[in-house]
Structures are given as structure tokens and as C-alpha cells.
């Protein structure tokens, strides 16, 4: 099946570092990659839409100079928290839609496996 | 705007029991609803999704999950719940793009 891989799992960086997150599409290509924050015990909010070849798309609230995102080919997105802040400490998930056409049996979303960011 | 809505923040079964995690959606036109698990530190698990057709719709590891337009909801259930069902299950409507609940915990005790 469809197989979005995320790294790393779990990354510790001081205050005012930036970390890269980066998702991978494994055996599909991932035209569209969503940014989604998850606070302990708490829903996905969803961050920012990464389209390949083009800006990304960041909801609103979500500074798009902090949380860089790079969608350069179609296999790869890129989430760059730069200037980490304690604040920044979260769960960072991708997601890539296998189809965009609901008629289509395989139409649904992938997951990565998400990255735990400590900032201290 | 498109949105679901989990009324319960967890729920507490006996191993063995029938699991039900409630979800209602409010959405213009057809739903596209989908339902995720997630054990601690992980991404998120497919369990099923309605798109059109059935109302009851069966998923991965015997859950399943009755549309009902009337009363504009898409519950999940298990006939017989197992410890290792304890998590975090999230309700989700597709607009283009997921929007979730906010989650249900669910604790199956032995």
C-alpha cells in the first residue's frame, strides 16, 4: 500500500536552532503534502497545504516564515522549523491523498509516522 | 465550512464489550467521512471511510461504521472490544482536505 515516511521520529534542538522534517512518498507520488501540529492529547490541526512546484498554502495563524515548507519534487516535502522556540515543542504530522477522486476505490489519505520536536 | 464533531472525550469499555465511539458531521452536500486510530507517538491508521453506497460501512480490525443521514452521523463501532483497541480515534470529514474532531480516548479494560 501506499507508504508515507517521516524523519526523524523524534528530534531534541536547543532554542533558536531549526530543525527539517522531511516526508517521503515510497511507492506514489505526492502531488500535494498537509502540514498537520498535534498537541498532547488533541486534534490535528492542519498547518499548511505543500503543492509540488509551488508556494505552499498556510492556514491561518501559521507563520510561514517560521515553519518553512519545500515541496521541490514529487516524492519529497520539507517542513523547517526555523528559530525553534519551546512554544514550537509539538507533534508534527505529514499527510499526501493517494487520489484526489473520491470515485476511485484507493482514494484516501497516508499518514506518516510524525516527528516528536523538543525544543529546550 | 465542513466539520465533525466527537461529543466524547473517552470512553471506558470492559474487553469483550461493544466499543462505540460517536462522531456527527455537518456538511453542504455529500460527506466524505473517514475514521483514524492512533496509538501514542505514531501517525495515523485508515480504519474506514464512507464515501457513497452502504451505510454501513466495514474497516481494518473488525470495526465498522453506520452513515446515518438523518441524524447526520457516522458512529464507529465493535462488536467486541480488545485491550489492544485502546487509543486515540479520530473522526474525519473531507473537504479537499481533513478536518478532524477532536478526538475520542478509548481505554478497553481487562
Known amino acids: 500500500g501506499a507508504v508515507v515516511s517521516q524523519h526523524p521520529s523524534r528530534v531534541i534542538c536547543k532554542s533558536g536552532t531549526s530543525v527539517k522534517i522531511e516526508c517521503r512518498s515510497l511507492d506514489f507520488q505526492a502531488t500535494t503534502m498537509f502540514w498537520y501540529r498535534q498537541f498532547p492529547k488533541q486534534s490535528l490541526m492542519l498547518m499548511a497545504t505543500s503543492n509540488e512546484g509551488s508556494k505552499a498554502t498556510y492556514e491561518q495563524g501559521v507563520e510561514k516564515d517560521k515553519f518553512l515548507i519545500n515541496h521541490a519534487s514529487l516524492t519529497l516535502s520539507t517542513l523547517t522549523v526555523t528559530s525553534a522556540h519551546p512554544e514550537d515543542s509539538s507533534f508534527y504530522i505529514c499527510?499526501?491523498?493517494?487520489?484526489?477522486?473520491?470515485?476511485?476505490?484507493?482514494?484516501?489519505?497516508?499518514f506518516g509516522s510524525g516527528t516528536r520536536l523538543t525544543v529546550v | 465550512a465542513q466539520s465533525v464533531a466527537q461529543p466524547e472525550d473517552q470512553v471506558n469499555v470492559a474487553e469483550g464489550n461493544p466499543l462505540t465511539v460517536k462522531c456527527t458531521y455537518s456538511v453542504s452536500g455529500n460527506p466524505y467521512l473517514f475514521w483514524y486510530v492512533q496509538y501514542p507517538n505514531r501517525g495515523l491508521q485508515f480504519l474506514l471511510k464512507y464515501i457513497t453506497g452502504d451505510n454501513l460501512v466495514k474497516g481494518s480490525y473488525g470495526f465498522e461504521a453506520e452513515f446515518n443521514k438523518s441524524q447526520t452521523s457516522f458512529h464507529l463501532k465493535k462488536p467486541s472490544a480488545l485491550v489492544s483497541d485502546s487509543a486515540l480515534y479520530f473522526c474525519?470529514?473531507?473537504?479537499?482536505?481533513?478536518?478532524f474532531g477532536a478526538g475520542t480516548t478509548v481505554t478497553v479494560r481487562a
Open positions: 474525519a470529514v473531507d473537504d479537499y482536505k481533513l478536518s
Open positions: 499527510s499526501a491523498p493517494r487520489k484526489t477522486e473520491r470515485r476511485l476505490a484507493n482514494y484516501g489519505y497516508t
